[in-house]
């Protein structure tokens, strides 16, 4: 009777495996994914690379952003980072709005711009930020902190968000 009931078992792992990858891209998939997306659909970008900067990210991100909105305005993109990236989001790297052209932008100044004109949700993981040291007002005001970056990906996914991973 074991092994019956640990065959069903490995099947409904690989079942559950299968549904959470379902709708999960990579950066190479994108032309995938934009062929797919229909105009009422969402979709989390999850930033997964410990080691990336924005300033490096920004210039995925930016296109992608671009492309799916040019599907339809109605879209809605999650953006979810959640490993050492996240620390560069807080305020004291926004430039001043007085001083800010599109030549002294940082990466930070324009995911506040996505956050503001493409609408655009912007989070950050309250956990790594926690162990980390760094405090929620840290932050920029336009970013959300999620307990967990990963929960929070999660919970998009079980609204049926495409879910494209970047880098």
Not at 24 to 51: F, M
Not at 54 to 69: E, R
Not at 96 to 111: G, R
């Amino acid at each position: 009777m074991k092994k019956p009931f640990k065959r069903s078992f490995v099947v409904l792992i690989g079942i559950l495996l299968l549904s959470t990858v379902a709708n999960a891209y990579t950066s190479q998939d994108l032309n995938w994914l934009l062929k797919r997306v229909q105009p009422d659909d969402g979709v989390v970008i999850e930033i997964v690379d410990w080691d990336s900067n924005w300033n490096n990210l920004i210039t995925l991100v930016n296109p992608i952003v671009s492309q799916l909105k040019k599907i339809s305005e109605s879209i809605d993109i999650v953006i979810v980072s959640h490993g050492s990236e996240q620390f560069e989001l807080i305020k004291s790297n926004l430039s001043p709005a007085s001083t800010q052209t599109t030549a002294t932008m940082t990466a930070i100044d324009e995911l506040k711009m996505l956050s503001n004109t493409n609408k655009v949700t912007v989070s950050v993981c309250g956990g790594h930020s926690r162990m980390e040291g760094f405090d929620n007002e840290k932050y920029a005001s336009f970013i959300n902190i999620a307990d967990s970056g990963p929960a929070l990906v999660n919970d998009y996914l079980n609204l049926d968000y495409h879910h494209l991973i970047l880098p």
